[in-house]
């Protein structure tokens, strides 16, 4: 009677329980969403940034013209007059996903807008990363580990800056993408079915789709599976879970155009085939190690190792010599700048440029992930008892993720999801151990003390046995070999056991620190809800300010763009300097030059070349490129400090990379840059001055820079190649016409070709590098 | 010699034929009054001809005559009668329509106004006619620098065109300020301020004709519409929801060569005189959730005003618009369902509806509106005061099933004029606002049963 009761009241436990989680974490999915709207809310519902234009740009392109126009795509806008080829190099998990979206929603009669639907993905997609990362950590370390994770990454800060609605960027699918790989991976190596290892191909294929951070994984695998190996925790699941991931994984991946053979030729990959070759090995000798007696595989082993040895020198000299025979020794320079944080700096300006490729600070960390920082090693004790292949697991992913976040800020990214595991089995685990000292307590009061030990174990047994049943109904298709049902059962009972032995806390304690987490807790929510509210959701197209007569709002950039869309010719070239390349192609509709995907240094260099020479070899040079405005952003006027000047010595540096006759000294005066009174005649007389302040002084009579805090150095000057044709309201956004060359009179030209014919051409040479 | 002479001869008579078969409708007008307004890009044409009917049978129709170029370019003719005495004076409007003619002399175009009731020998009647033309006046020179002011040509004729004798007219054409570069002279030609005043001239022919050309200023805003689109969509769950897309150009003067923003900013009265940066659009009463955005998101720079009579959306371009410059933009709003939507039978309802363009002193070159009726609405018909090109076409709305019927309208060459009310009528059923719910709970229904079905359900083969 009893034992049905209580067979009775388990079934009710944990239906109830089943219930409650997936309450949760719908819940958690409503919060991870609703979290991110923020930028809509203050601002208004449009696409953010720099990049988020270009993948808005090829949705838009695909959307209209279907997925094989798009895998075809030359792009004529970008580039010129080089041109881009973009179905084969961008990574087209996000276009196509957001696209398909798009075409379902339209195909049940939702007609929303494409600009829409990529102003939502992030959000949407970051409730799924949330829910991945449930599954995760409850592979690691049980449902309730995973719900307190999935609860923090659904607000953890560095997620947000990349996930707010309208950041239509790579990395709001590819976080989720990762999480999901990894979960399907843990999940392979704790079932070891085939069937999670295929979708675990099928989860990689996905991320190397969307993200080139896709080679995080394929380096992370491989060595979680060699500490298996080399700790002797070699399983036949290990090995279905890796096996099928490098081989399917890789032909998939290598379907990918932009990863293509690079998916075999590059070192990136060389760690997952060393690994699968050493698998192989392993699983090898273990088979060997069945049917041999001990004595006879000893003597198998001796002639193996001999053999195996020479073998092995064969197969990494060949490598060695494959890797050292390429020039970058088959690294890419944003892989080798992981690895050797000062190799950006010194050889790549364009790579050390960009703010995101630089190491962060240490506020940075506590913006980015906040309490979690100091929850981390908490988990990471947690994940040690016991140490399983999963949270071993964890470890190493915690572990290597902290070291590229330390390289480059945009990787916090990837530390996020580690950091809110490990938080989120630290907090789970400390729960239980409060709650659990507290429970104790409190019935030691009601009942004998000999009683409630044994109801305490009652409890624990309960929880693992509904915590185990859960497992069964949740994977019910999949067979679960015995051996592992049995270490479920065995493990986590006895160490309950142990655990309630030694982890009962004094009833204060346990009241006063489940009281100190919450607060934690509650701290890590205020401040996600600030740095979402406030930190991450401008959109940076338009800026607002609040003086003490109300809002101001700065809507120059997309001012300027409409303008060039509207006014000027469809077939007009503009060249900026890179940043604002994306955005010219996706709002206003023009070809420009450069972009923001900055493949080919050499014509960056030269826009950055024309902008740091004078006036007329700069004319030169934009001519030469067919170039008919060009637009700079300054901020002096308003006090916008992220405008070109500010900028301007990395043209400068990146020009001069190039076309060794701009010298970085020749801009500087005593190695300070300034644009007041006391700077260079060189820097006075670039263009980039000269279009950033051209009758700058006649709006306050003395022409005082409000960014750099100085009145600048020339006032009075006029253009004779440029001409003004656009400046918006705040003056964030000039834009400068080239002037037709002026008719030559005959006489003149003549006389001046018969005196220095010679020396003309030479110095023409000199002055323009791209003749 | 003689030759010439005779064919000079041939002509003459062939003329006065001509002239004599145009006019043999034997009216003839006593009086033609006529003030050109120029103030604005829209030239408005008021005229008062009194008619007097000389032959015996009686005249049921009058032609107003206009030379190509100007029909071309005609917006709107409207015409009135006065009726009664001095105190108790009334106009009664009167229809007016676009008839051809078979000689109509140099591709002479005619409207023709029927008259109330016939006009018997010897009676006079007078007729008030607005015309209205837009686009008819030629920047001149035709690109002008931000400090230029904007010059303009209007060309007509000194004379009013008229397939009928007039025995006295004169004509008064009123610039926008007193700077009037030069204008034609026709004795007896005067200007006084901004007035130019023509004749009076005595006893010109049928189809006299004089070119006259006024070069005068004029900075206003020429803010043209070069493509509106309205749509009107209908939800009987209370609300009209109304977007707009517009295409705006300045069609004034091309600006030319540089804009100074220091000079634009530093100078407001003398730089870019004819240049506009805001414009203003009246939307109904109770206007809500109003929306003003472009291709590239929200333009920030509107204000909204409301009263109990109308709102008024000022709203600025991303820019200001200079002459030959170009914007597009949208407009969004939704107004209160019962203002606009009326029972006029069981099952049968009507929406009533502005037409024309909401901004202010515009000209819409091609204006179309979409009336998206309800899902299931039947029998559509569309009453207009003017003609406007009709079509139906279908829409795919949020979760429709079998389209929207939308009722299209086209028409070309808006003024503010045609600012006036049309209905929709049409037929519904209130059964079917319960479609699209019902839809929604039974799809919830259906997943809700499927999972509990799903979890009932035990598809493996051995038991365990």
Redesign the interface.
Known sequence: MAAQETSQSAIFRHAFGNVLSFTVLLLIGVMAFSIRLFSVIKY?S?IHEFDPYFNYRVTQFLTKSGVYDFWNWFDDRTWYPLGRVIGGTVYPGLTLTAGTLWRILNS????LSVETVCVFTAPVFSAFASWATYLLTKEIKGAGAGLTAAALLAMVPSYISRSVAGSYDNEAVAIFALIFTFYLYIKTLNTGSLFYATLNAIAYFYMVCSWGGYTFIINLIPMHVLLCIVTGRYSPRLYIAYAPLVVLGTLLAALVPVVGFNAVMTSEHFASFLVFIIIHVVALVYYIKGILTPQMFKVAVTLVVSVGMVLCFAVLAVLIALVASSPTKGWSGRSLSLLDPTYASKYIPIIASVSEHQPPTWPSYFMDINVLAFLVPAGIIACFLPLSDASSFAVLYIVTSVYFSGVMVRLMLVLAPAACIMSGIALSEAFDVFTRSIKFHLVGTTQNPQENAGDATKVTQNDVKSEKSEDTVKE??SRKSKKKDKENIEKPSLVSRVEKRLLVLPLETSVMAVFLVVLLGAFYVVHCVWAAAEAYSAPS??LTSRSHDGLH?F?DF??A???LS??TEVDDKVASWWDYGYQTTA?ANRTVIVDNNTWNNTHIATVGTALSSPEKAAWDIFNSLDVKYVLVVFGGLVGYPSDDINKFLWMVRIGGGVFPHIKEPDYLRDGQYRIDSQATPTMLNCLMYKLSYY?FV??DGRGYDKVRNTEIGKKHFKLNHF???????H?MVRIYKLKSPRNRIRGKTKRSKSQKSGTSKRSTRKKNPWQ | MAAAIFSLFIFLVALLIGTSSASSSGLQILQAERQIELTSHIVRVYLTLKIENTEDAPATEVLLAFPPTQFDHLALVKAAVTVGKKRKKSYAPLEAKPTEQRDAPNGTKYYSVSLLKPLAKGETTTLEILYILTQSLEPFPKEIAQSDPQLVYYRDSAIVLSPYHIAHQATVVKTPSNNVESFTQVDPAQRSGSELRYGPYEGHGPYSYSPIIVHFENNHPFAVVEELEREIEISHWGSVQVTERYKLAHTGAKHKGAFSRVEYQSRPGGSGVSSFKHLLAVLPPRVHSVYYRDEIGNISTSRLRTNSKKSELLIEPRYPLFGGWKATFLIGYGVPLKDFLFESAPGARYLNYTFGCPIADTVVDKLTIKVVLPEGSKDPSVEVPFTVKQSLEKKYSYLDVIGRTVVVLEKRNVVPEHHVPFQVHYKFNPLFMLAEPLMLASTFFLLFAASVAYLHIDLSIRKK
């Open positions: 208004e449009v049940i009669n939702i007609p019910r298709s197209i338009v709002v809507d997309r001012e763009y409409a303008w509207h006014n709002m009758r006649e709006t001409e003004e044709v656009f400046t918006t309201h003056w």
